[in-house]
């Protein structure tokens, strides 16, 4: 699940609770407690979280986040995962990567490695990490390389939980193995392909809205759309033994839209290949067209019902076998992925 604040790079760092707000924990726990979510998705903002390049990480923005991932991973039975996203769609203070250099972009990531490595007890190997929220208009090359980068140094300094990598072009499933020659001519998924990660433990994070437009706010959803948008990355995930992550998908409360909801979910869910998926969005300042955020905590949004009752009946565990395979491979049992997606504050 994605519990949502604002996103305003432009006024970065900002001031807590005018410019951005810590995710509510009262949110968080409605849709833990009482719907079954076990995954909470937490955007933060790269401005914010370190703001100035290869200088140290801020304090109090950090507490922020050490509050959700306390509260998160003792859930459940601390079975529950917080994936930390860097929201910032290839960019710093509006500057692309490129111009922002890949030690830049290295360094984040080494010092959050470094800070959750061990942080909290508790949380081990239940926080993931999310390289980059929908990077659009990089070089997909250029992208890739910073991406094996930023995963060489979290390994270097001990940090083996999950990492998603996300693709160019917003990370777009329908475009995975598409090629455009203004991005790059190898597509994501043939780029995607000479990641090493010596743990062997890295999802593919993919987007995915089901509308006509591929945005999520329009009502013109079919199952022609999501199914052609999933495919090709479907195939490319079974054809090279990988898996991936559905990390940002919603739909509006349209028939046509909440009627495909649950097909698309029964399709990741039958694949074999998509460990799991967090819908987008929450949060109690998220109140856009395919919000799930409830009001006092009552009135769930109709598209929860239908997310709600798919986890019900699937069951809502996150099964982790150990020691499987090559370099102590960690598996993910695909039968009982019951993720949810809500945002955090950025």
């Known amino acids: 699940m994605t519990s949502a604040g604002p996103r305003t790079p432009a006024c970065s760092p900002g001031e807590l609770s005018f410019d951005y707000f810590k995710p509510s924990l009262e949110s968080i726990e409605h849709f833990t407690r009482y719907w079954g979510v076990n995954v909470i998705r937490v955007p933060i903002t790269w401005e914010r979280v ?58 984040v990531w080494t010092r959050l490695a470094q800070k959750y490595v061990g942080y909290p007890a508790q949380a081990k190997g239940k926080i993931w990490f999310a390289l980059m929220n929908s990077p659009f208009g990089v070089d997909r090359k250029l992208w890739w390389t910073y991406q094996q980068a930023a995963l060489s140094a979290i390994r270097s300094v001990g940090f083996t939980s999950t990492i998603l990598l996300s ?30 990660d010596p743990l062997d433990n890295v999802l593919f994070d993919m987007t995915q809205f089901l509308d006509g437009t591929y945005t999520g706010g329009n009502e013109d959803c079919t199952k ?6 999933l495919s090709p990355a479907t195939k490319w995930l079974k054809d090279n033994g990988k898996k991936g992550f ?18 698309m979910l029964d399709y990741l869910n039958n694949s074999g290949v998509w460990v799991g998926w967090t819908y987008y969005g929450a949060g109690h300042l998220d109140q856009t067209a395919i919000s799930i ?15 709600g009752k798919w986890f019900r009946e699937t069951g809502n565990a996150l099964t982790r076998k150990e020691g499987e395979g090559v370099n102590n491979r960690t598996t993910w049992d695909v039968e009982k992925m019951g993720f949810l997606n809500v945002t955090g504050w950025s």
């Open 293 to 307: 955020e409830s009001t006092f905590r009552t009135n769930d949004k109709p598209q929860m019902a239908l997310l």
């Open 246 to 263: 559905l990390g940002k998908f919603g739909v509006t409360n349209g028939p046509a839209c909440t009627e495909q909801l649950p097909e």
């Open 167 to 196: 693709g160019n072009s917003y990370s777009g499933a329908r475009e995975w193995t598409a090629t455009f020659s203004d991005r790059g001519a190898e597509s994501n998924g043939r780029n995607a392909l000479k990641i090493v």
């Open 50 to 107: 370190q703001p100035a390049l290869q200088q140290p990480l801020n304090p109090s923005y950090l507490s922020l986040l050490d509050e959700v991932i306390l509260w998160g991973t003792s859930i459940w039975n601390g079975e529950s995962v917080i994936i930390v996203d860097l929201f910032n769609f290839g960019r710093y203070n509006g500057q692309m990567l490129g111009t922002i250099s890949q030690d830049q972009f290295v360094d």
């Open 224 to 229: 022609v759309e999501f199914f052609n948008a």
